[in-house]
C-alpha cells in the first residue's frame, strides 16, 4: 500500500486528505539509535537533532512504500530544511504545507487555501479524485481513532496501562493504516476494561511536555526512575487526539478548524498559551510534577522554559526542565536530575 | 574642483568621508525615540524585514532592537547582557540578539548601550525567522504591552504560482489588519498621501543603496564593508525618511569619484570576496585584516538584501499606488531569505556581475535560518560554477563564540587557494 511520509514536529497535517487520496499516512519518526552522519553533510551540527534524524534516514532510504512526502511548517527547521529534503530525495510528491503559525479567522482562511491546493497537487500527482465524501468517510475513520486514543489514555490516570506502552500505541496509530489502527485500539481498550492491576506501586505522576518525544524508551526511562507519565502535551500524545473534527461542516474547513483549535505548540503563536492548557492539564490530573523535555537546539521550546519556569512557581508545581540529545547514551546522563527532581516531589 | 579634491582626496584603507555622517544620522533616530517618548507619541518596537514604513506612515516612532543589539557589541557591552539573560533561563544556545536585548533591558541600559525603551506596542514578523516572534513575545509579557505579529509563509524551492498567490493574500489582509490594530492601539488615522510619501522615501532610499552596490562591481572596489556593514542601519530604522536619502547621495558620489579615477578601497585589490551571513558586530576590524592579504569584501547579500525593492515585479508605480500590496510582495521575496533554488541562483549570478574569486561563509550559531542551506549553496557554487568557499563558524553578536585564531588560520588557507587558482 502506497504510502505518504509525515515530516511534521507538531501534528498539524492532515491525514485525512491522505486517506481520501487511496494513499496512508505515515508520520516519520527519529531513530535514536543512529548518527546523522550523512545528514551533517548537509545541515550544521548546531541545528536541531532530531530533523538531522531524520534526513539521515530520508537519504539512507524510508520505508519502500513511501511514494512522497509531506512535510508541515513547525518551526524554522521545517522550511528551511524541505528545500534539503528536495536536494537529496526523489520522490514524485513534495508538499510543503504551510500550518499558520497564527490562529486567528485570516490563519483560517490561508489554511484553508494551503489544504486546497494540497489536495489539488495529490490529485494530479496521482491521479484519484478526492471527493467530499471520500473526506467524510476519512474524517468519521479518524475521529473514531482519536475517540478510542482518548479513552485509552484515560487509563493511564486509573494506573492500569504506562505511559511508555501509551506512546507507543500512538505511534503506532501514526503509521499504520488506519483499519488495523482501529482493530488494534480497540483490542487495547476491551482488555484494559477488564483490567485490574494497578501499576501505581509507589509512581509519581507527572505531565511530560517540550519538544515532540518520539521515542518511548524515554519514557521507559522515567518509569525506571519512579515517574508515570499520567498524562502529556505532546505529538505523540494528547495533541493527536484532543477533540474531534465536527462532522457536519464542509470537510476541508472541518479539518482546517480542528488543526487550529487545537491546544497550541512552541512552535506557533502566541505560543504562552500553551501553558494555560498545562495548567489546566497539572490540575485535572493531579500530577507531582512537569518535566519539560527540549531536543538539543529546538529552539521554540527554550524560548518558552523561562516563562513556564515563572508560572509553574506561581503556581507552586514541581517543574524540572532538561536539555537532552536525540541518543539513548544521553538520556542515561539525565538520570542524576530526573532521580533528583523525584525525591523533591 | 581643485579645493574639492583637497578636502575629498580618496584614501585608501579608510571608509568614505561621507559614511562618517552615518554618526549624525544614526544620531537624528536616537534623537526622535527621545523626543517621541517626551512629546508623548506612540512607539513601536519592529523586528527586521518588517514593514517599518508602516509605522512612520502612522507616526508611530520606530525603534529597532536588532540595530541596538548591534550597538551593544560593538561597545563590547553584549557578552554582559547575554550572560543576564542565560541566568534568566534563555539557553547558551539561542540567538544573542534576543539574548542582548534581553539583558540590556534587564541592566535598564541607556540607548548608548544599546538600550531599549518599553514602546508603546510591538511588531514582529517570521519573515526571517521564528526568534523575531518569539523574542517579542517575551518582551511584550515582559513589558505588558499589545504585540501584533505578522505570519509569513515560506516559499520553498518548489512553490507554484497559484501558492505564491494567495500566500501574498494572506500576508495583505494582515497588513490591513495590521492598520486597524494600530488604529486602535494609538488613535492615529491611516492616511494614504502620507503613506505613499513615505513609501517614495523608501523606495528612494533603497534606490540610492542599489546605485551604490553597482559601483562596487568595479575594479578596483571603491568601497568596503566599513561603509556598508554599518550604512545599512537607516536601511532598517529609518526607511520613509529623506534624511539618510542624502547621505547614500553623498556616499555614492565620493564613491563615483573613486570609481572615475581609477582608485579602489584597497591600494592593492587582489582578490575579490563575498561575505554570505551576518557580520561579527563585537570584532567589526577583524574584517579590515582581509586587507593585508589583498583581499576585499566586495558584497554582502545581508547588507544588500535590505535594499528591500528588488523583486522586479514590484516598480515605482506599485509601489505608490498598492503600497500594501507591494509590501507583500516584497515580504515573501525577500533576498534574505531565498528558498535554497534561487539563493543558488542568484549567488551564482552575483559572483559573475560582481567579479567575485570567492565567497566567505558565516555559519551563525546565533541565525540557524541563515545557516541552513550553506553546505548545500557551497558545493553547488564549486562542483556547477567552479566557485570556491569557505565556512566560517561563529556568531554575530556573542564574542564567546569566536575563535579569531582558528577563522584567521581557516581564512589564511583560504587565500593560498584563491592565490594558487589564479596561478592556475
Redesign the interface.
Known amino acids: 500500500m502506497q504510502k505518504i511520509g509525515i515530516f511534521d514536529s507538531g501534528v498539524e497535517t492532515p491525514e485525512e486528505i491522505i486517506m481520501a487520496a487511496g494513499l496512508v499516512p505515515f508520520r516519520l519518526f527519529g531513530d535514536p539509535t543512529i548518527e546523522p552522519e550523512k545528514a551533517n ?4 551540527p ?2 536541531c537533532i532530531w530533523t538531522r534524524n531524520l534526513l539521515e534516514q530520508a537519504i539512507l532510504g524510508l520505508d519502500e512504500d513511501i511514494v512522497g512526502i509531506v512535510s508541515s ?1 513547525g ?3 521545517t ?6 529534503w ?2 537529496c530525495l526523489d520522490y514524485k510528491f ?1 508538499y ?1 504545507l ?1 500550518a ?3 490562529r486567528d479567522d ?2 483560517l ?2 489554511f484553508l ?2 489544504l486546497n ?1 494540497f489536495k489539488d497537487q495529490l490529485q494530479e500527482t496521482f491521479k484519484v479524485e478526492i471527493s467530499d465524501s471520500k473526506l467524510e468517510k476519512a474524517i468519521q475513520k479518524m475521529n473514531k481513532v482519536r475517540a478510542l486514543l482518548r479513552e485509552i489514555s484515560e487509563f493511564r490516570s486509573k494506573y492500569l496501562i504506562k505511559g511508555s506502552e501509551f506512546h507507543a500505541l500512538v505511534k503506532k496509530a501514526q503509521q499504520l493504516p488506519k483499519n488495523e489502527v482501529l482493530d488494534l485500539l480497540s483490542t487495547r481498550l476491551n482488555e484494559l476494561k477488564k483490567a485490574q492491576n494497578s501499576l501505581r506501586d509507589g509512581m509519581k505522576p507527572i505531565l511530560l511536555t517540550g519538544s515532540d518525544i518520539d521515542d518511548s524508551e524515554f519514557l521507559v526511562l522515567l518509569e525506571k526512575l519512579g515517574f508515570h507519565v499520567i498524562i502529556d502535551d505532546l505529538g505523540v500524545g494528547t495533541k493527536y487526539f484532543w477533540d474531534s473534527v465536527n462532522e457536519n461542516e464542509m470537510p476541508l474547513e472541518a479539518i482546517a478548524k480542528y488543526h487550529l483549535e487545537k491546544p497550541i505548540h512552541s ?1 506557533k ?4 498559551e500553551r501553558f494555560e492548557v498545562l495548567e489546566r492539564l497539572a490540575k485535572k490530573y493531579e500530577v507531582s510534577g512537569v518535566i519539560n523535555v ?1 531536543q ?2 529546538c ?2 521550546v ?6 513556564l ?1 515563572k508560572k509553574f512557581k506561581e503556581l507552586d508545581i514541581p517543574y524540572l ?1 532538561v ?1 537532552m540529545t536525540y541518543n539513548r547514551e544521553s538520556y542515561s546522563q539525565l538520570s542524576t536530575r530526573f532521580s533528583a527532581f523525584a525525591e523533591m516531589i | 574642483m581643485a579645493t574639492t579634491e583637497k578636502t575629498t582626496k580618496p584614501q585608501h584603507n579608510k571608509m568614505l568621508n561621507a559614511t562618517q555622517g552615518l554618526k549624525n544620522i544614526m544620531g537624528r533616530h536616537f534623537l526622535a525615540i527621545e523626543q517621541a517618548y517626551r512629546d508623548g507619541k506612540p512607539t513601536a518596537w519592529a523586528t527586521s524585514g518588517s514593514p517599518v514604513e508602516m509605522l512612520y506612515a502612522m507616526d508611530v516612532q520606530p525603534m529597532l532592537p536588532e540595530n541596538s543589539a548591534t550597538v551593544s557589541a560593538a561597545q563590547k557591552y553584549s557578552k554582559n547582557f547575554i550572560e543576564i539573560a542565560e541566568a ?4 547558551y ?2 540567538c544573542s540578539y534576543f539574548k542582548t536585548n534581553v539583558g540590556a533591558v534587564l541592566s535598564n541600559a541607556g540607548m548608548t548601550e544599546g538600550g531599549t525603551r518599553k514602546p508603546t506596542f510591538m511588531l514582529s514578523t ?1 519573515v526571517i ?3 523575531h ?3 517579542f ?2 518582551q511584550a ?1 515582559r513589558f505588558g504591552v499589545p ?1 501584533y ?1 505578522i ?1 509569513v ?2 516559499v ?5 504560482n ?2 505564491y498567490n ?2 501574498k ?2 500576508i495583505t ?2 497588513l490591513y ?1 495590521f492598520i486597524n490594530f494600530m488604529q486602535e492601539v494609538t488613535g492615529h488615522e491611516y492616511e494614504e498621501e502620507k503613506a505613499r510619501k513615505v513609501t517614495e522615501n523608501s523606495w528612494n532610499l533603497s534606490e540610492e543603496w542599489k546605485r551604490i552596490y553597482e559601483l562596487r562591481k568595479n575594479v578596483p572596489c571603491p568601497i568596503s564593508t566599513r561603509d556598508t556593514f554599518g550604512g545599512l542601519f537607516p536601511l532598517f530604522c529609518m526607511p520613509g525618511l529623506k534624511a539618510p536619502i542624502k547621505l547614500y547621495k553623498r556616499m555614492y558620489r565620493e564613491a563615483k569619484e573613486r570609481v572615475d579615477k581609477g582608485i579602489g578601497a584597497l591600494k592593492e585589490e587582489k582578490y575579490r570576496l563575498l561575505f554570505e551571513g551576518i557580520p561579527f558586530w563585537y570584532a567589526l576590524k577583524y574584517f579590515s585584516t582581509l586587507e593585508k592579504y589583498g583581499a576585499i569584501i566586495v558584497y554582502e547579500p545581508y547588507t544588500y538584501a535590505f535594499s528591500k525593492y528588488m523583486n522586479p515585479k514590484v516598480t515605482k508605480e506599485m509601489v505608490l499606488s498598492k503600497p500594501i500590496e507591494a509590501m507583500s510582495e516584497l515580504m515573501l521575496s525577500f533576498w534574505y531569505i531565498y ?3 534561487t539563493r543558488i541562483k542568484k549567488f551564482a549570478e552575483t559572483v559573475k556581475d560582481w567579479k567575485i574569486d570567492g565567497v566567505l561563509m558565516h ?1 551563525n ?1 546565533s541565525c ?2 541563515n ?6 549553496l557551497k558545493r553547488h557554487l564549486y562542483d556547477d560554477f567552479d566557485i570556491p568557499s569557505l565556512i566560517i ?1 561563529a556568531d554575530m553578536n556573542d564574542p564567546r563564540k569566536f575563535n579569531e585564531t582558528q577563522v584567521t588560520n581557516q581564512i589564511e588557507s583560504f587565500i593560498e587557494i584563491l592565490e594558487q587558482r589564479r596561478k592556475s
Open positions: 553533510e548537509h545541515i550544521p548546531t541545528h511548517h518551526c524554522d527547521r522550511n528551511r530544511e524541505f528545500d534539503i528536495l536536494e513534495m510543503f504551510n499558520p503559525r497564527k485570516l490563519a482562511k490561508f487555501d494551503d491546493e512552535t503563536f502566541p505560543s504562552y527540549a538539543k537546539f529552539e521554540p527554550l524560548y518558552d522554559h523561562p516563562y519556569k526542565f536539555e | 534568566e533561563g534563555f539557553s544556545d539561542l517570521d525567522c521564528d526568534t516572534v518569539n523574542w513575545q517575551v509579557e504585540h505579529s505570519d509563509p515560506h520553498v524551492s518548489n512553490t507554484s497559484r501558492q494567495y500566500f493574500k494572506y489582509e494582515q489588519e528558498d535554497l533554488k555559519e550559531l540557524r535560518p545557516s541552513c542551506g550553506l553546505y548545500d563558524t
